[in-house]
């Protein structure tokens, strides 16, 4: 029987669609109160997850494992907007083997502080961290139980680890922190942690409210900040890589692009470069720069969302300035957190309770990518007309009845759709009409949304 190889298939997908149409896929279940979604860089390919209650748990190879990363409950001061808010790993960590936290300990306000301290690894297992190695790097004492900011995050740019911190809290910044020069809170701050001994804090950006979640964009080292409204309005601000200290983002004078206090003074103020109203939402959760590689169409787009709404936007530089669009709508779901994996995809948490999932973000239109086929019965290149294909791709529902796969429009027997360490593998058994063709155009249709068309080379395997 002549056998036949599909090989070098590398389908770029082009898109007609402007902005991406996203779908969340679940991942796992079962976390409590998830705030932060963390990778290490290290290459181990897990994601941290920090649940608010004050424990860190490890997802490796798609699954929980069972004892967490670090747990130290017993000193995290949780509920509300207080508990164990961030986690951030060092450049270089796989060799650093420690990494930074943010959390709230003592009481209710004015007996609650905020602490960044510094944890090292246990000696012998990569996937426990050691809680009695706690190092303190800066504790900031909390007039008021909410508005605690808490994520961490390293600038690709220069190295450093920067802290966003609430204006303190109660409503309206009864204190002024927000554009005090003398107060830590209400600020991005910037903190030189690998030097020793660490210099005093710096105030990097000033007049934030509530930093409900703020990133960089890994390629750019851009900063993007999404910082919680009073009463009118959400905002997301942003810092361009060569922007220097100092930006004030206008908080308590202004709310996002308005006067807070009336007949207020603009000059020298940031704008946000989106905003939304009380319409659409309630509470902002700033997300990351889409940055990976399974959704090519989607790359400098920055995702948002509404924890009160579940309303998700997209945010992109267009020419000069700046465009948006509101891109799914998850009723019932409060986002608390975005954070990226190694590779740049892109996921957020519910912090929905005791029960609580990550979703990784797909894409309602499937993308199909596959790399190579092998003939299971031989483990070589190449599968008769009828043998097994094999098809990678993402965001393809786990329905092999709500699955189709075409070769120049002949259809292909499913055998199975699984998830596979993040990405969907499909089983089709391969048309015979492709014995005469050199190339076929693959279609891949999943819950009754087609994929670009991809180039499949059809090459005869040499004679053995
Ligand atoms: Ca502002």
Redesign the pocket.
């Known amino acids: 029987m002549q056998r036949f190889t599909f090989a070098f298939l590398i389908a770029v997908s082009v898109f007609a669609q402007p902005w991406p149409r996203p779908k969340p896929l679940p991942v796992v279940s079962g976390l409590e109160f998830p705030v932060d979604i963390q990778n290490a860089g290290d290459g181990s390919g897990r994601l941290f997850l920090v649940e608010q209650v004050g424990r860190i748990r490890v997802l490796q190879d798609g699954a929980l494992l069972p004892v967490p990363f670090l747990d130290i409950r017993a000193r995290v001061r949780a509920g509300g907007e207080r508990g164990l808010l961030g986690l951030a790993f060092p450049p270089d960590f796989a060799a650093k083997r420690y990494f930074y936290v943010n959390y709230t300990e003592g009481r209710s306000a004015p007996d609650l502080r905020s602490v960044i301290a510094r944890f090292r690894m246990s000696a012998d297992d990569p996937n426990q961290a050691d809680p009695s190695s706690e190092e303190r790097i800066l504790v900031v004492n909390q007039p008021f139980d909410n508005h605690n900011g808490g994520k961490l995050a390293f600038s690709p740019r220069d190295g450093q680890l920067y802290v966003g911190f609430g204006d303190g809290g109660s409503a309206g910044d009864p204190q002024g922190n927000g554009q005090n020069p003398n107060q830590l809170l209400g600020k991005m701050l910037r903190l030189d942690v690998e030097s020793q001994p660490f210099p005093e804090p710096e105030i990097w950006a000033l007049?934030l409210r509530n930093p409900w979640r703020f990133s960089f964009d890994r390629e750019t080292g851009d900063l993007w900040i999404g910082?919680v409204g009073q009463n009118r309005l959400e905002?997301i601000?942003f810092q361009a890589a060569d922007a220097g200290p100092g930006l004030n983002?206008?908080?308590s004078v202004?709310e996002?692009s308005t006067c807070y206090r009336p007949g207020c003074r603009t000059d020298g103020l940031v704008l946000?470069v989106f905003e939304y109203g009380r319409n659409l939402g309630v509470s902002v959760t700033g997300g990351n720069v889409y940055r990976g590689s399974a959704y090519p169409e989607r790359r400098g787009v920055y995702f948002l969302a509404d924890y009160g709404t579940g309303r998700f936007w997209g945010v992109r530089r267009q020419d000069e300035g700046w465009a948006s669009q509101e891109l799914m709508l998850l009723d019932g779901v409060n986002v608390a957190t975005f954070g990226e994996d190694e590779n740049g995809e892109l996921y957020f948490a519910s912090h929905q309770g005791a029960d609580a999932t990550l979703f990784r973000i797909a894409d309602r239109t499937p993308v199909t990518r596959a790399e190579f086929v092998l003939d299971p019965s031989d483990g070589q290149p190449g599968v008769p007309p009828g043998g097994e294909v094999y098809i990678y791709g993402w965001g393809i529902a786990l329905e092999p009845q709500n699955t189709e796969v075409y070769f120049d429009g002949v259809a292909a027997e499913v055998v199975a759709v699984e998830n596979q360490n993040g990405r969907e593998l499909v089983v089709v058994r391969a048309p015979v009409e492709l014995s005469d063709r050199e190339v076929a155009q693959m279609v891949l249709v999943s819950g009754g949304e087609r994929s670009a068309a991809v180039e499949v080379k059809i090459v005869p395997r040499p004679p053995a």
């Open positions: 007049g910082d905002e601000d983002y206008g908080w202004m996002a946000p």
